[in-house]
């Protein structure tokens, strides 16, 4: 025996024996596996990297084509909605308008899908050693944050000099709206990303809902037309509450309210800073609830990818 | 400072009763669930047990060997210890940091550099950011890569993939190391390399898990082995005896568990050793063409044996058998009487012509009806120098003679 193994013994010897799998139930095991990812935040940190290197790896344009993805949907909107269907006609600024819908729109839409793919990605990880695997719907976040990031500056150039600058507290809006897409987005992807071990189905059902809740938010169209409908087919008004209660719906008026200037206090529903308080925090219970659910499914993950 | 041992060398991994069942699905869309909904859903599942009470402790600084048939849940075994799968019944409980070496490269992404990906992959081992870049230069040499570190990995051959790799694991100083049949990696200079990066660990008293099918891997590395049969452990003891069960159970012969004072006690007569000597006796590793060596036995009597016999084989690592013979075969006859208590066989082979590469030697005691008590696969080896004049397993002079027109 050498030295250095008498050192390992002796340093071993004063560890305590840990469970391999300990257990991860209950509050406590929340807080466990939040500790765990904290443990885990460069490896997060570089998976984030890995995943926005990677994607325009070898394209000439590269970074540019997280611009020109929104830039030609904001073009059609703009165009068909707008002009030729006459939706612009009721707002004004209505570039700025559907481009701020968008860019916080994208940011639920590429955490949800990256999210839910993430596990099956990353089969080759998953399979080879442990980390908390909840990283790898985090680390599709992370990259949605990237592009995020790239069209908020658009965004801001955009709102400078096509529409009214966005230079009054209102700006502060924007906290909350991607603190709710930050919730319900990780959320969502981390229940659907462990669903879809299983099934992969759900992958393309994502998919299909995420046009569908693109559809039901004021992006295209203003929160006040759907009041419009409610009142001119004699709809009862929970109808209305029920559309604004939805998250992302508030995350979008809260994005208006903070870059479209030309926003009156009538396109918005009353209370909007309480009703996204209230949204935050059942977001949070949503996203404990999907962890538990999360920690249930990932035991067999290695077996089953 | 020289610390004083510990009075015992603590366990590094207790295994308490461990079981895990798989559920086996045949319906895999959405659709086909759907389909068999509720009750009739339970025929499509089956269940399946992988492990089944496996419950032993693995002392620090060993090298342990699991053993099986495919199926026989080692794999899984592997993976409950890694912390990848979570056992259904029973725990392990583990102390000290370990790294896998399972799947190699698994976590590479082919877009990214060398370096990148050696960052991205020790953080996965559970290094971090300060720790790679002090062992990255020393990462980088140990792969033999070079230059291409900031090539993207999917220009890199497959070996230059699973050099990278290993480079990676060896260097996030594990106390624990879990091997899953990746140790013949690269060529032959990068494999001697690997070996001898194995034994540092095992000098350094870190822990080996192997998991392996290759008896010559698990002598040549383990000290110990468990054999596992159907999800159960059918024995655990030296590796020696257990690469002997575990051959057993791959031919059949074997259907219950056994132990290891039984496997000991079995026979009347067993081989105790093998080694491969030189012509004045001294035991050797490298043999070179023309040399006289000598292959002792040493046979362990229980009973007294009036007749008995040996012979041994000589193997490429591939299995192919290159020389074989025994006393019958040379002399017609048996070895003499032999009392209880070892016995000692000496074959020489004179001017050995073989190839350059490794062999290995195989020894089968036999009684006197010529049926075989005991075999030794394995048990020992050596190695020819390889040569550039010439290939294959046969050395022999060669020449080119001059062209002569016709």
Redesign the interface.
């Known amino acids: 025996m050498n030295e250095s193994a008498v050192v390992r013994f002796n340093r071993l010897a004063e560890q305590p024996l840990g469970s391999v799998t300990p257990t991860r139930a209950g509050f406590r095991g929340f807080v466990r596996t939040a500790q765990d990812i904290w443990r885990h935040r460069q490896l997060l940190g570089l998976l984030v990297r890995r995943d926005v290197k990677a994607r325009y790896k070898d394209s000439v344009l590269g970074m540019l084509w997280t611009l020109i993805n929104p830039l030609v949907q904001l073009g059609v909107y703009y165009l068909v909605m707008g002009q030729i269907l006459g939706a612009a006609r009721g707002i004004t600024d209505f570039a700025v308008y559907i481009f701020a819908g968008l860019t916080i729109y994208g940011l639920f839409a590429e955490t949800l899908s990256g999210a839910t793919g993430s596990i099956v990605a990353n089969a080759g990880l998953v399979k080879k050693v442990y980390v908390p695997r909840e990283i790898f719907p985090l680390a599709a976040a992370g990259s949605a944050v990237f592009t995020f990031g790239v069209q908020l500056l658009v965004l801001l150039v955009a709102s400078f000099t096509l529409g009214k600058p966005p230079l009054s507290v209102e700006i502060l809006y924007f906290f909350p709206s991607v603190a709710l897409i930050a919730v319900y987005g990780l959320a969502f992807g981390i229940l659907l990303s462990a669903m879809n071990v299983y099934l992969r189905d759900v992958q393309y059902l994502t998919q299909v809902l995420l046009m569908l809740a693109m559809w039901a938010s004021p992006i295209v169209y203003a929160w006040t037309m759907v009041g419009d409908v409610v009142n001119r087919f004699h709809l009862p008004t929970w109808l209305l509450e029920v559309y604004t209660a939805s998250p992302l719906t508030l995350a979008v008026l809260g994005f208006h309210r903070a870059f479209w200037g030309a926003g009156q206090p009538a396109d918005f529903p009353p209370d909007l800073l309480m009703r996204m308080g209230v949204a935050i925090l059942i977001g949070f219970v949503l996203l404990y609830v999907c962890q538990r659910a999360f920690a249930r499914l990932q035991g067999n993950f290695a077996q089953e990818l | 400072m020289?610390?004083?041992?510990?009075t015992d060398?603590?366990?590094?991994i207790?295994i308490d009763n461990v079981s895990k069942t798989?559920a086996l699905r045949k319906d895999?869309?959405?659709k086909e669930?759907l389909v068999t909904f509720g009750r009739r859903g339970r025929q499509f599942k089956e269940e399946f047990q992988s492990l089944v009470d496996v419950t032993f402790s693995i002392p620090?600084?060993s090298s342990i060997a699991l053993m099986g048939p495919n199926g026989s849940g080692k794999s899984t075994l592997l993976?409950?210890?890694?912390?990848?799968?979570?056992?259904s019944q029973g725990?392990?409980?583990?102390?000290?940091r370990l790294a896998?070496l399972?799947?190699l490269g698994?976590?590479f992404?082919p877009?990214?550099s060398g370096r990148?990906n050696v960052?991205?992959n020790a953080?996965?081992?559970g290094l971090?950011?300060e720790e790679t870049e002090e062992r990255f230069d020393s990462i980088v040499a140990f792969s033999e890569i070079g230059d291409f570190i900031d090539t993207?990995v999917k220009f890199y051959s497959s070996g230059m993939y699973v050099r990278l790799a290993f480079a990676v694991a060896v260097h996030t100083d594990p106390?624990i190391l879990l091997v899953d049949e990746v140790l013949a990696v690269g060529d032959e200079a990068f494999q001697r390399k690997c070996m001898d990066k194995i034994r540092e660990f095992q000098?350094?008293?870190?822990t080996i898990v192997l998991v392996s099918h290759s008896a010559a891997q698990v002598m040549d590395i383990c000290d110990s082995g468990v054999v596992l049969r159907h999800g159960e452990v059918a024995f655990i003891g030296s590796a020696a005896e257990a690469t002997k069960v575990h051959r057993e159970i791959m031919e059949g012969k074997r259907l219950t568990r056994v132990d290891a004072e039984e496997v000991a006690a079995r026979s009347e007569m067993s081989i105790g050793a093998l080694r491969v000597l030189n012509s004045v006796g001294e035991e050797v590793q490298d043999v070179n063409p023309g040399d006289d060596i000598q292959i002792e036995i040493t046979v362990r009597h229980e009973v007294p044996h009036r007749h008995w016999g040996t012979t041994f084989s000589i193997d490429t690592p591939s299995g192919q058998q290159v020389f074989g013979t025994g006393v019958r075969r040379l002399t017609g006859d048996l070895h003499g009487p032999a009392g209880v208590g070892e016995t000692v066989i000496r074959y020489r082979l004179n001017d050995v012509a073989f190839g350059g590469g490794q062999y290995f030697v195989n020894a089968l005691a036999a009684d006197a009806n010529g049926v075989s008590v005991d075999t030794l696969w394995q048990g020992a080896r050596f190695y020819v120098p390889m040569s550039e004049q010439r290939t294959g397993t046969v050395h022999t002079e060669a020449e080119v003679l001059e062209a002569t027109p016709r």
Do not use: C, M, W
């Open positions: 020289v610390e004083a041992p510990p060398i603590p366990d590094v207790v798989f895999n869309s959405l669930r620090a600084g993976k409950v210890i890694g912390g990848i799968i979570e056992p725990e392990v409980q583990r102390r000290g896998a399972l799947e698994a976590g992404h877009d990214l990148d960052y991205l953080a996965i081992l971090t950011r993207q106390d000098r350094e008293g870190r």
